[in-house]
C-alpha cells in the first residue's frame, strides 16, 4: 500500500513521518513517532484512554486516520510538563491524590482534565463528570481523580491571578 508523508507537531516538535493511509493517529504516534503515553484501550473510541489534543480539542486517537493530522498541532500526555523538570499541575495532583489507580487510563483522563481546566479552571463536581464522560477508569470510582482535578484547578487559578497581578 502507498504510504503518506505526513507532517505535523507533536508536543511543540515538528515530525516527519511516512504511514499507510489507514494508520490510525495512535498507532502513529506510538510506533512511529515513538510516544507510547498515550494507551490503546478498547480501540473503537469507547474508552478514552488513546486521548490526545489535535489543534487544541480533544479526539480519540485511536478513531482519528493519521493523515487527518497533517498540519496538525498534537499534544500528548507526554507534552503536558512545561518543562523536563515540571510537572503541569494535573499530573503534580494526580501524584499526591494517588488518582493514577493502575495508570492506563490516567493519559487521556489528564489529557481531557487539561482541556476542562483550560476552559474552565474552577468546575463543578458536575463539570467535571460532563467533562471527563468519554474517560473510563476500570479499577475503581473516581473520587481521587475529581480531587486531584479540584486541586490542579485551584492552583491554575491562583497561578493565572497571581500572573495578572503582577
Given at each position: 500500500m502507498k504510504k503518506i508523508h505526513l507532517e505535523f507537531s507533536v508536543n511543540g516538535e515538528q515530525r516527519s513521518v511516512l504511514v499507510e493511509g489507514y494508520r490510525s493517529l495512535l498507532d502513529t504516534l506510538r510506533e512511529e513517532v515513538g510516544l507510547?503515553?498515550?494507551?490503546?484501550?478498547c480501540?473503537?473510541?469507547d474508552c478514552g484512554a488513546c486521548t490526545v489534543m489535535v489543534n487544541g480539542?480533544?479526539?480519540n486517537a485511536c478513531l482519528m486516520l493519521a493523515a487527518e493530522a497533517q498540519g496538525a498541532e498534537v499534544l500528548t500526555v507526554e507534552g503536558m510538563q512545561p518543562?523536563?523538570?515540571e510537572l503541569h499541575p494535573l499530573q503534580e495532583a494526580f501524584?499526591?491524590?494517588?488518582?493514577?489507580?493502575c495508570g492506563f487510563c490516567t493519559p487521556g483522563i489528564l489529557?481531557?482534565?487539561k482541556h476542562l481546566l483550560d476552559q474552565n479552571p474552577l468546575p463543578t463536581d458536575?463539570?467535571?463528570?460532563?467533562?471527563?464522560?468519554g474517560?473510563?477508569?476500570r479499577c475503581t470510582g473516581y473520587t481521587k481523580i475529581f480531587d486531584a482535578i479540584r486541586t490542579a484547578g485551584k492552583r491554575m487559578a491562583a497561578a493565572k491571578a497571581a500572573s495578572v497581578e503582577a
Open positions: 507510547t503515553g498515550t494507551k490503546k484501550g480501540d473503537v473510541g480539542q480533544p479526539v518543562n523536563p523538570d501524584m499526591e491524590h494517588g488518582a493514577s489507580q489529557i481531557m482534565a458536575e463539570e467535571i463528570r460532563f467533562g471527563l464522560s474517560n473510563i477508569c
